[in-house]
């Protein structure tokens, strides 16, 4: 299998290190507010993943965690219940909205979902360990990080530190040994949040993820997955952590998505400039959205817009209709592999899980598979398996019939009963564009 490993930059053939094991780590949600489309998208990517990985024969093991303590999480239950230690309430309500969310788009749940609040002891003996071995500091109740003990730190980024500290934005502390260093442990005031040898605090944000995952899936990875926004400084602090620790390498494969964008722009909530899930939903099936993030390769920039989904509604549509009466036969990639469509097929999925292209195999080839029952089941299969669709017949949206569109069937009809046939054809065509789709009586 190939992947475009964000470490290397190159393709290369995947090998799991224990056999048919696969130890898959994502970093999950800070639940503040109701997920946008940029975290489906990223629950979508991974999801495809863990299907094409699993078709292949590999047993996945797969952690996404919840950052269930955070600034944000804290700031809203203060402006909402007038209590910044009621957090964990406001954290509950959005995780719940974030799997509903994301079981509508027909994600597999994760092996593990774990809340950063409930592993508190996992993550101060990380800390503790990396005290322990002299790459972490302990002042006034905070815990940093000594960034000048990890020689690789900006491996994954490509970036040098030397280049890090004149560029860097950092704001001004005294506490720490070098400007770049960053918190394990936030200190806080007697007896809030959680206790520990260094006093009452709470985790920093980017040690959670590596005390996780060595909970979880060992001190070795083999695939840590993530949007791009999180390389820096989020997952090269995570190899930092737990390269200093362990001493070896962390992941071995670091697969990121790329950005939702809105008028070029990353859709994120500090920009305001996102939908969330739940917003898109009132317009677009779930599954035609999961259809329209399959149709981008996920380390593809993808520039949101409704007149995309829409389209593909009605090739989603038409694939349910194609494959309707078609009864799935599940398939492995060896016997998949013998059949000269099915084995293009695969090649994509193998190259860096290129769904666009695995799809775009499908339809070129469409005639063929209907023409084959055996071809057609395996096809089915694997799009209700690996892709994640259904292929269940989506309810038709209700259109208002405007008054160009009632103009446009007159003219039609009276085309057909005239068997201008392609005057007729030309104003389907119209009244297509404009999402009507009738059905003809005879003439």
Same mark, same amino acid.
Not at 32 to 49: E, I, L
Not at 197 to 208: F, L
């Given at each position: ?9 190159? &393709? ?19 639940? =503040? ?65 974030? @799997? ?7 994600? %597999? ?18 800390? @503790? ?9 302990? %002042?006034?109740?905070?815990? =940093? ?23 860097? !934005?950092?704001?001004?502390?005294? &506490? ?40 979880? #899936? ?22 930092? @952590? ?22 070029? $722009?990353?859709?994120? &909530? ?18 035609? #959205?999961?259809? =329209?993030?399959?149709?981008?390769? =996920?380390r593809a920039p993808l ?10 509604? &009605? ?49 070129? *080839? #469409?005639?063929?598979?209907? @023409?084959?029952? $055996? *071809? ?19 309810? $038709? ?14 003219? !039609? $009809?009276q085309a057909r009963k ?26």
């Amino acid at each position: 299998m190939k992947l475009t490993n964000t470490l290397t930059g190159a &393709k290369e053939l995947f090998n799991p290190l224990h056999e048919t094991q696969v130890r898959m780590y994502v970093c999950g949600i800070t639940p =503040y507010d109701f997920s946008h489309v940029g975290h489906g998208r990223s629950a979508v990517a991974f999801d495809v993943v863990y299907r094409v990985l699993r078709f292949l024969g590999y047993h996945v093991t797969l952690c996404r965690n919840f950052t269930d303590i955070d600034d944000k999480l804290i700031a809203r239950a203060q402006r909402e219940l007038h209590d910044g230690l009621r957090y964990r309430e406001v954290a509950e309500r959005f995780m719940q909205a974030y @799997q509903e969310d994301i079981q509508l788009l027909n994600c %597999v749940k994760p092996t593990y979902e774990p809340c950063v609040t409930d592993h508190v002891a996992d993550i101060i003996s990380f800390v @503790q360990g990396l005290i322990d071995a002299g790459k972490a500091y302990w %002042v006034d109740g905070d815990v =940093y990080f000594r960034i000048n003990t990890f020689a690789e730190y900006g491996k994954l980024s490509k970036q040098r530190l030397d280049e890090l500290r004149v560029g860097a !934005r950092v704001e001004v502390n005294e &506490k720490k040994e070098d400007p770049l260093d960053f918190a394990l442990w936030k200190g806080e005031a007697e007896g809030t949040f959680f206790k520990s040898p260094w006093g009452w605090g709470r985790p920093g944000w980017h040690i959670e993820c590596s005390a996780l995952a060595a909970r979880y #899936l060992g001190e070795h990875i083999d695939i840590h997955g993530g949007g791009a926004d999180l390389i820096f400084p989020h997952h090269e602090n995570e190899i930092a @952590q737990s390269e200093s620790l362990y001493g070896s390498p962390f992941a071995r494969y670091w697969l990121h998505n790329a950005f939702v964008r809105i008028n070029k $722009e990353k859709m994120s &909530k500090s920009l305001g400039n996102f939908f969330t899930l739940r917003d898109v939903y009132q317009k677009v099936h779930p599954l035609v #959205l999961r259809f =329209y993030f399959l149709s981008h390769h =996920y380390r593809a920039p993808l520039d949101f817009a409704f007149d995309d989904i829409e389209s593909l509604h &009605k090739t989603y549509q038409r694939l349910s209709r194609l494959f309707g009466s078609v009864r799935a036969k599940p398939v492995t990639h060896e016997v998949l592999g013998t059949w000269s469509v099915g084995k293009k097929l695969l090649d994509f999925l193998c190259d860096d899980f290129n769904l666009p292209g695995a799809l775009g195999v499908i339809f070129e *080839h #469409l005639s063929e598979i209907e @023409q084959n029952p $055996e *071809h057609a089941a395996h096809i089915k299969f694997v799009l209700q398996d690996v892709f994640g669709l259904p292929l269940d017949p989506l309810p $038709e949206k209700e259109v208002e019939l405007t008054q160009e569109m009632q103009k446009l069937i007159q003219e !039609r $009809e009276q085309a057909r009963k005239e068997r201008d046939w392609k005057r007729a054809d030309a104003l389907r065509d119209q009244l297509r564009a404009l999402g009507y789709e009738g059905q003809d009586k005879k003439v």
